[in-house]
């Protein structure tokens, strides 16, 4: 236990010298890439509108490597409040269906049924956003599927107790090898050249931080599906209302 203690107060130290370093990075970052895209706006040329589309590109993905960090290292303050499933479903759909197209996926939601969740939309948000842009990273040309429903065989690890409902993340891109699949949750690991690594360990977080579960299964040339188990919110002494 005190090992314990003295690891999460390294980590606390640690998250805090991180968002230091990242806002440092995020201003002059932020600048760089306003400017490079005045100049791809304001400029005509084959060459500059080439270079600075690079520019503009390669800013955005060192802003995402540095969300990335921060949201691994930062301690979670979950605010949470009561809201539908289908709520925050729709709102990460109009954020990654452009993204999507870029690998030419089709995508489809399936909403079995809708359910309340007491969490953190951000942080929920965050997670799906995670797992369905590593579906569209492993797929081209094919298929991913959003699916909600009651959740039929409940792990293990769970409470036999209480209800669940699954999110399902299925892809047919090019599946996970055996001997990665005991990995993939594993901070820093990454078989993409510019990957983190740090989506799934964060991923793993946001969904155990809701007393929840995640889990894979997955064939090579195949695809992949994550399954995220969450509890249904029964109400119970909230001052929320309940909605319609
Ligand atoms: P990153 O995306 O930065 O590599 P992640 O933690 O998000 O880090 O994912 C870790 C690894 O898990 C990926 O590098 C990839 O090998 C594997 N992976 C995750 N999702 C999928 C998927 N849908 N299909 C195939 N491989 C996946
Ligand atoms: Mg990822």
Same mark, same amino acid.
């Given at each position: 236990?005190?090992?314990r ?8 130290? +640690?998250? $805090?010298?991180?968002? @230091?370093?990242?806002?440092? =990075?995020? &201003? ?6 306003? *400017? ?40 979670f303050?979950l ?20 993204? +999507?197209? $870029?690998?030419?996926? @089709?995508?489809?939601?399936? =909403?079995? &049924?809708?359910f309340?969740v007491l969490g953190? *939309?951000?942080k929920l948000?965050?997670l799906?956003?995670n797992i ?17 429903k009651k959740a039929d065989k409940i792990p293990i690890e769970l409470d036999k107790e209480k209800e669940y409902f699954t999110i399902e993340v ?6 996970i090898?055996?001997?990665?699949l005991k990995r993939i949750f594993d901070p820093?690991?990454?078989? @993409? ?7 799934l360990a964060i991923s793993k977080r946001i969904v155990e931080d809701h007393g929840g579960i995640i889990k894979v299964e997955s ?5 992949t599906i994550f399954r995220i188990y969450l509890p249904v919110y029964k ?10």
């Amino acid at each position: 236990l005190r090992e314990r203690i003295i690891s999460m107060e390294k980590m606390a130290a +640690l998250g $805090e010298m991180a968002a @230091k370093v990242a806002h440092e =990075i995020r &201003n002059p970052l932020l600048a760089i890439g306003g *400017f490079a895209k005045r100049l791809h706006k304001e400029l005509t040329g084959e060459k500059v509108q080439e270079y600075t589309k690079i520019i503009i590109e390669e800013v955005k993905r060192l802003e995402r490597i540095l969300n990335e960090i921060l949201s691994f290292v930062r301690p979670f303050s979950l605010g949470k409040e009561t809201f539908e499933i289908r709520k925050l479903v729709e709102d990460v759909v109009n954020f990654v269906e452009s993204t +999507l197209q $870029e690998n030419n996926n @089709k995508f489809e939601l399936v =909403i079995e &049924n809708d359910f309340t969740v007491l969490g953190s *939309f951000d942080k929920l948000k965050e997670l799906l956003l995670n797992i369905i842009s590593n579906a569209n990273e492993a797929t081209k040309n094919g298929l991913i599927t959003l699916r909600i429903k009651k959740a039929d065989k409940i792990p293990i690890e769970l409470d036999k107790e209480k209800e669940y409902f699954t999110i399902e993340v299925e892809d047919t891109g090019c599946g996970i090898q055996k001997e990665n699949l005991k990995r993939i949750f594993d901070p820093f690991f990454t078989t @993409k050249a510019t990957g983190t690594g740090l989506g799934l360990a964060i991923s793993k977080r946001i969904v155990e931080d809701h007393g929840g579960i995640i889990k894979v299964e997955s064939e090579v040339n195949k695809g992949t599906i994550f399954r995220i188990y969450l509890p249904v919110y029964k109400g119970g002494g909230s001052n929320e209302n309940n909605g319609s």
